[in-house]
C-alpha cells in the first residue's frame, strides 16, 4: 500500500493506493469533511468497481486488512462493505472473502446516469447565474453532443 498525506484548510486528505490481488485502488479519506469515513470508502470503491480498475469476481482486502491499512475503525469498514453488498456491488461470501459483483448492466448504466445528471444539474446551475437561456444551452448542449465528442 502507497499513502499520501496533505494538509489543506485545517483538514487533511489521505490517498491510499490499495493493491487488491495484483489490481490497485485508489482511496482517499478526507478527514473533517462533512463525508462520514464509511462513506467516503464506499464510495471509492465504488468508483473503482464502475470505472473498471477493479474487476468483476476480484477478491477486495478483508474488512480487518483493509482497517488496518487505512488506519480507521474495523466497524467503518464493515459498514462500507456492507452498503457495498446492499447496493450490489460486491458480494461477501463467508469463510472466502469480498469480491466485486459481477456487474449488472442495468446498474452501472444508473450509476453512469445519476453521474450525467448531477453534472447536467451544475450546468444548469453555472447557465443560470450567466443568464444564459435555456435554448442557449440545448443549442450548446447538442453541439458538444454532436461535434464535441467526435475524436473520442
Known amino acids: 500500500m502507497v499513502s499520501f498525506l496533505l494538509w489543506i484548510a485545517n483538514s487533511y486528505i489521505l490517498l491510499y493506493s490499495v493493491i ?19 462513506e467516503q470508502i464506499k464510495n471509492a470503491i465504488k468508483e473503482d468497481i464502475i470505472g473498471n480498475t477493479v474487476s468483476s469476481d476480484a477478491q477486495l482486502p478483508s474488512v480487518r486488512q483493509l482497517s488496518k491499512e487505512l488506519g480507521v475503525s474495523i466497524l467503518t469498514v464493515k459498514k462500507a462493505y ?21 456487474m449488472n448492466q442495468d446498474l452501472l448504466k444508473d450509476e453512469k446516469q445519476k453521474d450525467i445528471e448531477s453534472h447536467l444539474l451544475e450546468a444548469c446551475k453555472i447557465a443560470k447565474t450567466i443568464h444564459l437561456s435555456k435554448s442557449e444551452l ?15
Open 20 to 38: 487488491c490481488k495484483g489490481e490497485t485502488m485508489k482511496i482517499i479519506l478526507i478527514n473533517g469533511s462533512s463525508t462520514p469515513l464509511y
Open 82 to 102: 456492507d452498503e457495498l453488498e446492499r447496493e450490489g456491488f460486491i458480494v461477501i461470501r463467508q469463510g472466502l472473502g469480498t469480491f466485486v459483483a459481477t
Open 138 to 152: 440545448t443549442e450548446l448542449f447538442n453541439y458538444i453532443y454532436e461535434e464535441g465528442t467526435e475524436d473520442e
